[in-house]
């Protein structure tokens, strides 16, 4: 995809659009490496990994996907690698919470990428923040060679997933892995390091070197099942501990596995029973505006994702830039902090521009935190912004000790953290409305979204003129329509950082999701944070006052 021409701005198409097309690009990645691919997996009796996720579920529509589109648009030089060659779900196993971690043999073998490995440590951290099991289902060729250097030796590379194996171990959280095709080399080393481990006999095979390296290392000639099929390692070497007929077989031992296990103690977030939104779901795509750039009312928003569209402002006529308040969503109790998009005027007579961060609003905002740490209520980032004010009277008000107090109180806050980009995420007011560098449990985004330090108009601008002032120095100059070409060059590379694709195949963010889906997944992920008591004590440490 060629974010710069397909993928068009918000100013330019509708909120809705932008969902259909997203739902048309998730039918696309769902395919992983392509029907031909799939057909070929399906022929050797095995099940894709999707299919497999699904059927370990006890309710697929219930779960939540994470990295849908890691690795959008990238190694095309490699033939690309649809959703970074894995599938990783949060949802019920035998009514438990568990991670689900399933390597797509349709996408080069299941070879791990760097982005793959990425991926993998993504779910992995997400069970040891929630301190809720991890399932993999293995079927993969190990690392990708042609990228060997991208993916093995560094800190968080290839080798930080065995050291996680041990650490969660250690932990108390639960692993179990299921061989169900090939696992060689040093990825052997995820199944045996988990908990309990399956094999499917005549599919699955696990060891470190393969038939061919065998024969070339030692000279000995042996096929890959007698070196490292179900048979052996579940009978010979005690390697693996429970032998399963097929994928389907296997599956139900997983469960059964996970339906003999202790419940978790839990964090005690207060849930009420769930209520729908008064003001419907469905309504958002006409309050969302397409252009951009439009005033809108976040709490039109808010009102449509909260249960029976209730939201308890918290100093509501003070720093009124940022909307702060309780609300419940799925029943969960959680504490709100929004950017609010309308113009507004302070009390003493300053005009506010909506998706700005002013230093009342900054304080207002901090001051909710702390509280929300102090009752022990999970916080939701709903983040259009476009950064923190700038100027004398900013300056001259502090903007920069109350931004930096904001910063202070949610980047040590306690409570779980939940993070939606539906505007604007632009700059420090990325930063401040808990970006990706502070640990949201999730860090989500609407279709609508763009992340960037500034948006394209401001950086093609500023880029531009750098450019100029570096020609003529040279001695060059450039006439307008070269000017105006340059500006077009500049902006569109830029653009097409912004999109949430671009984001998403990196995994800046877990997942682009419909507005429809923000209840669900806010609800999930307070529900998995639940099973990981509070122990730390909230301290803010020094701030400016």
Not at 198 to 224: H, M, Q, R
Not at 242 to 257: G, H, Q, R, T, V
Not at 412 to 423: A, E, H, M, R
Request: with cysteine; proline share 3%.
């Amino acid at each position: 995809m060629n974010y710069s021409t397909n993928q068009k701005s918000a100013s330019q198409t509708s909120l809705q659009h932008l969902t259909q097309k997203l739902l048309s690009n998730r039918e696309r990645v769902f395919l992983g490496g392509g029907e031909k691919k799939i057909a070929k997996h399906k022929a050797k009796g095995k099940m894709t990994a999707r299919e497999r996720v699904d059927f370990l579920l006890d309710n697929a529509e219930e779960a939540i996907e994470i990295g849908a589109f890691a690795g959008e648009d990238m190694y095309k030089e490699h033939g690309g690698c649809p959703s970074g060659g894995v599938i990783i779900k949060v949802g019920k196993v035998s009514g438990k919470n568990c991670v689900i971690v399933a390597n797509d043999a349709t996408v080069k073998a299941g070879a791990w990428f760097p982005i793959t490995g990425k991926k993998n440590l993504r779910a992995q951290e997400i069970a040891i923040e929630n301190k809720i099991p991890i399932v993999y289902l293995v079927d993969s060729a190990g690392v990708y060679l042609p990228m060997q250097d991208e993916i093995f030796p560094d800190k968080e590379h290839f080798g930080r997933i065995f050291r996680n194996n041990a650490v969660m171990s250690a932990e108390g959280i639960p692993q179990i892995a299921a061989i169900m095709g090939s696992c060689v080399a040093g990825g052997a080393y995820l199944p045996i390091m988990s908990d309990e481990s399956l094999i499917v006999d005549g599919t699955g095979s696990v060891f470190l070197a393969g038939s061919y390296l065998v024969k070339s290392a030692i000279g000995e000639s042996v096929d890959n099942e007698t070196l490292g099929g179900a048979t052996t390692h579940c009978e010979i070497s005690g390697v693996t501990d429970y032998k399963c007929e097929d994928d389907e077989a296997c599956l139900n031992k997983i469960k059964s596995l996970v339906d003999k296990m202790g419940n978790p103690n839990e964090a005690g977030f207060n849930k009420a029973a769930p209520v729908a939104p008064k003001k419907d779901i469905n309504s958002i795509y006409e309050v969302f505006p397409d252009d951009r750039t439009k005033p809108y009312d976040m709490l039109e928003i808010i009102e449509r994702l909260v249960d029976n569209s209730e939201f308890e402002q918290y100093k509501e006529g003070y720093g009124q830039s940022i909307l702060c308040g309780y609300a419940r969503i799925d029943g969960w109790s959680v504490g709100i902090v929004a950017n609010q998009r309308t113009i507004v005027k302070s009390k003493q007579g300053e005009m506010q521009m909506g998706g700005v961060i002013y230093s009342d609003s900054a304080d207002k905002a901090a001051r909710f935190m702390m509280n929300c740490n102090q009752k022990k209520i999970p916080l939701f980032f709903i983040h259009d912004v476009t950064g923190f004010m700038v100027g004398s009277r900013s300056e001259h008000n502090g903007i920069i000790k109350d931004g930096a107090k904001m910063v202070n109180a949610m980047a040590n806050s306690v409570v779980p953290k939940f993070t939606l980009v539906i505007g604007n995420s632009y700059g420090a007011g990325n930063y401040a409305m808990c970006g990706k560098a502070y640990d949201p449990r999730l860090m989500l985004a609407w279709p609508t979204s763009q992340l960037a330090v500034m948006s394209g108009k401001s950086a093609a601008t500023t880029l531009l003129q750098i450019k100029v002032s570096t020609l003529k120095a040279q001695g060059k100059t450039i006439d307008e329509a070269e000017e105006k070409a340059l500006f077009n060059e500049i902006k569109a590379k830029y653009d097409s950082q912004l999109s949430p694709y671009y984001a998403a195949a990196r995994l800046w963010i877990d997942e682009i999701i419909q507005p429809e889906e923000t209840r669900m997944y806010i609800s999930k992920g307070i529900e998995m944070a639940n099973q990981n008591p509070i122990d730390k004590r909230f301290n803010v440490g020094v701030i400016q006052t």
